[in-house]
């Protein structure tokens, strides 16, 4: 083991002089009042290394021992981890007395005295590789395997597998011997550094199926898929935290990760407390069973917050390799990225825009390249879709880490100012906004055979709706409500159509706080219906009466369960109003600006 001493601290920055070899990213632990410090290495030059430290660094001394620990940060992967909250080092914080972290404190990332009911997926003298599916336990609801360590390489002959039972995660369930002979004794749980990818997979596929979020503007509009990524930017106060939580209530996912890298606590504490009383409408069971938090926020030491994004991710890619659909929301990486300029700068390193590391673009599209949707060597599926947050000093979209994260990320989903002060929520700018996804082959073929032919046709449309509906209130607002034509009006009241009945949605509503794709597709034509529709009537203000019963119907559809008695009677309130205005159309000719 390498030892050596302490020969500087500028805050959580910490020289150490070395007496043997050091590797970079390696974990040291500095000896200070009784207490072993954690710390990583970002830096080595000749027998100095340069490291983080994951505390507060008052209690270090000049000339401190270091003991460094020969391996990478590592997180620990098994049964137990969902549930959990944890801090950025994978600290559980259940288990840690008192409202503070004492400086030092530790506690094991996972239970080692619950016991799980075993049952063997393979038998003996099968051959296996790394990430191959062993057995598997009940965690929660989810169908847990245990996996050949990721670490492995080669192929390995199974010796030994546990029968089928009820076994501690530090028990031996199986024993592998390679093909030199080396014998390799297999628990519940593994090690794996956080900042390497786990690649103990077939192959990456191009994703192409959505991912439901149950928000609308987001599925309809603007999808995101499994194994895609989106990041959400804007302005403080337009509802980024709100909004991710959202997704995080109510999509999909087998599995949810939740990383607060560095929001304020307040924001954390409610996602503790309010989570665990909610119900998870995919499966109707608590929707804390299959969300695992990861916990650091603004007034933690910097490099806490990086390494939470990192073991945020591991974790994700962990249950993937289980053929789950994952889902990782990281607010918000603006603070991730704002401890790389911090310690960049305690560093003296050459700074790029606005002082951020010059290396900061290729350090966020190599951590959103671990997003994506991979095949397993059984043939199975799994996802980790990632959706980070971005607060923009100014809301400013051209600072560098929205402009770095948008050359990445394939979804954008633009908060607006002026929408979160209209009250119109979620507050999402569905024009400045997008989905590259929309223009997948795989995701239109898709699309057309699981949702509508024509799909992503129709939703082009839309957009083109709004589109022109904007700019027909922008000529109104400069020109006046009498100096436009009528047909001006009725673009603009098209467009408010959908915003009222697709785009704002009512998270304290228990039917429209979400959506299934099955009642978005319906409301979508239905939308469509009136959208394409051509009008005639003989002032503006006819226009606005008109249109904000049809919205008032709408709103009254969302507010109902989908085909109720109530759905179907406002549906049919809505047909009789479009079929009389039908009647009274005297020039067909109108078309949309």
Same mark, same amino acid.
């Given at each position: 083991?390498?030892r050596?001493?302490?020969?500087g601290i500028v805050s959580n920055?910490?020289s150490i002089?070395?007496e043997?070899?050091?590797?970079?990213n390696?974990i040291?632990l500095?000896?200070s009042?009784?207490k072993?410090?954690k710390a990583?290495v970002?830096?080595v030059?000749?027998?100095?290394?340069?490291? &983080?430290?994951?505390?507060?660094?008052?209690?270090?001394?000049? #000339?401190a021992?270091?003991e460094?620990?020969?391996?990478?940060?590592?997180?620990?992967l098994g049964?137990?981890?969902? @549930?959990?909250?944890?801090? #950025?080092?994978q600290?559980d914080?259940?288990?840690?007395g008192g409202?503070?972290?004492d400086i030092?404190?530790?506690?094991?990332?996972?239970?080692?005295?619950?016991?799980?009911s075993?049952?063997?997926?393979v038998? &003996?003298?099968?051959l296996?590789k790394a990430?191959d599916?062993?057995?598997?336990? +009940?965690e929660?609801?989810?169908?847990?395997?245990?996996m /050949?360590?990721f670490?492995?390489?080669?192929?390995?002959?199974v010796e030994?597998?546990?029968?089928?039972?009820?076994?501690?995660?530090?028990?031996?369930?199986?024993t592998?011997i390679?093909?030199?002979?080396d014998? +390799?004794t297999?628990?519940?749980c593994?090690?794996?550094p956080v900042k390497?990818?786990?690649? @103990?997979?077939d192959?990456?596929?191009?994703p192409?199926?959505?991912?439901q979020t149950?928000l609308?503007v987001?599925?309809?509009?603007?999808?995101i898929?499994e194994g895609?990524?989106?990041?959400?930017?804007?302005?403080f106060g337009t509802?980024k935290t709100?909004?991710?939580q959202?997704?995080?209530?109510?999509?999909e996912?087998?599995i949810?990760?939740?990383?607060?890298?560095?929001?304020?606590?307040?924001?954390? /504490?409610?996602?503790?407390?309010e989570f665990?009383?909610?119900?998870d409408?995919?499966?109707?069971?608590?929707?804390?069973?299959?969300?695992s938090? /990861?916990?650091?926020?603004?007034?933690?030491?910097v490099?806490?917050?990086e390494?939470s994004?990192?073991?945020?991710?591991?974790?994700?890619?962990?249950?993937?390799?289980?053929?789950?659909?994952?889902l990782?929301?990281a607010?918000?990486?603006?603070?991730?990225a704002q401890?790389l300029r911090e310690m960049?700068?305690?560093?003296?390193?050459?700074?790029?825009?606005?002082?951020?590391? /010059?290396?900061?673009?290729?350090t966020i599209?190599n951590?959103?390249?671990r997003a994506g949707?991979?095949?397993?060597?059984?043939?199975?599926?799994g996802s980790?879709?990632?959706?980070?947050?971005?607060?923009?000093?100014?809301?400013?979209?051209k600072?560098?880490?929205t402009?770095?994260?948008?050359k990445?990320a394939?979804?954008?989903?633009?908060?607006? +100012?002026?929408?979160?002060d209209?009250?119109?929520?979620?507050a999402?700018?569905s024009?400045?906004?997008y989905?590259?996804?929309?223009?997948?082959?795989?995701?239109?073929?898709?699309?057309?055979?699981?949702? &509508?032919d024509?799909?992503?046709?129709?939703?082009?449309r839309?957009?083109d709706i709004?589109?022109?509906g904007?700019e027909?209130?922008?000529?109104?607002s400069?020109?006046?409500?009498?100096?436009v034509?009528?047909?001006?009006?009725?673009?603009?009241?098209k467009?408010e159509?959908i915003?009222f009945?697709l785009?704002q949605q009512?998270?304290?509503?228990?039917?429209?706080?979400?959506?299934p794709?099955?009642r978005?597709?319906y409301?979508?034509?239905?939308?469509?219906?009136?959208?394409?529709?051509?009008?005639?009537?003989?002032?503006?203000?006819e226009?606005?009466?008109?249109?904000?019963k049809?919205?008032n119907?709408?709103?009254?559809?969302?507010?109902?369960a989908?085909q109720?008695?109530?759905f179907k009677?406002?549906a049919?309130?809505?047909d009789?109003?479009?079929?009389?205005e039908?009647?009274k159309?005297?020039n067909?000719?109108?078309?949309?600006?």
């Open positions: 083991m390498t050596g001493k302490v020969t920055l910490i002089e070395a043997g070899p050091v590797i970079q390696e040291c500095i000896l009042e009784g072993r410090l990583e970002i830096r030059i000749g027998r100095v290394a340069s490291a &983080q430290l994951f505390e507060s660094s008052r209690t270090i001394k000049i #000339g021992e270091v460094f620990s020969g391996h990478l940060l590592e997180v620990e049964p137990g981890m969902l @549930s959990k909250r944890y801090d #950025g080092l600290n914080l259940s288990k840690m409202l503070f972290i030092g404190e530790e506690t094991a990332a996972l239970d080692d005295n619950v016991f799980f075993f049952t063997p997926l038998k &003996q003298g099968d296996v990430g599916w062993l057995g598997s336990v +009940q929660n609801w989810v169908d847990h395997k245990i /050949v360590p670490k492995l390489r080669g192929e390995f002959k030994t597998i546990t029968k089928p039972g009820d076994y501690k995660i530090s028990d031996t369930m199986a592998l390679s093909e030199e002979g014998k +390799q297999i628990t519940m593994q090690k794996w390497m990818a786990i690649d @103990s997979f192959q990456k596929l191009r192409y199926h959505i991912l149950g609308r987001i599925d309809t509009l603007n999808p898929v895609g990524t989106g990041y959400i930017p804007g302005p509802g709100v909004l991710q959202s997704i995080a209530k109510n999509s996912a087998d949810v990760i939740i990383v607060a890298c560095g929001e304020r606590a307040n924001e954390v /504490v409610e996602i503790f407390t665990p009383q909610l119900t409408a995919s499966t109707g069971r608590k929707l804390d069973e299959k969300i938090i /990861v916990c650091n926020t603004s007034n933690m030491p490099a806490a917050r390494a994004v990192y073991v945020g991710m591991t974790m994700a890619e962990y249950y993937r390799n289980m053929g789950l659909k994952v990782m929301l607010d918000s990486t603006s603070r991730w401890a960049s700068n305690r560093m003296e390193e050459l700074p790029g825009p606005d002082a951020f590391p /010059v290396e900061l673009p290729a599209a951590f959103y390249s949707l991979v095949e397993l060597t059984n043939g199975a599926k980790v879709t990632f959706i980070g947050t971005v607060s923009p000093a100014g809301g400013n979209f600072e560098p880490v402009e770095a994260t948008s990445v394939r979804c954008f989903y633009a908060l607006s +100012q002026k929408r979160a209209a009250k119109r929520y979620p999402i700018d024009l400045a906004s989905s590259k996804y929309l223009d997948y082959p795989e995701f239109i073929a898709d699309t057309d055979k699981n949702i &509508q024509g799909w992503v046709r129709l939703v082009k839309a957009k709004i589109r022109n904007i027909a209130r922008d000529q109104i400069i020109l006046g409500d009498d100096a034509p009528v047909i001006y009006h009725i673009s603009f009241w467009s159509v915003d009945a785009i009512d998270s304290f509503d228990n039917i429209d706080m979400n959506t794709m099955k978005q597709q409301m979508l034509n239905k939308v469509m219906e009136i959208g394409e529709k051509e009008f005639s009537f003989s002032d503006f203000e226009v606005r009466t008109y249109f904000k049809l919205i119907l709408l709103k009254q559809m969302n507010y109902t989908f109720s008695a109530s009677k406002y049919a309130e809505l009789k109003e479009l079929s009389v039908k009647e159309n005297v067909p000719e109108i078309n949309l600006i």
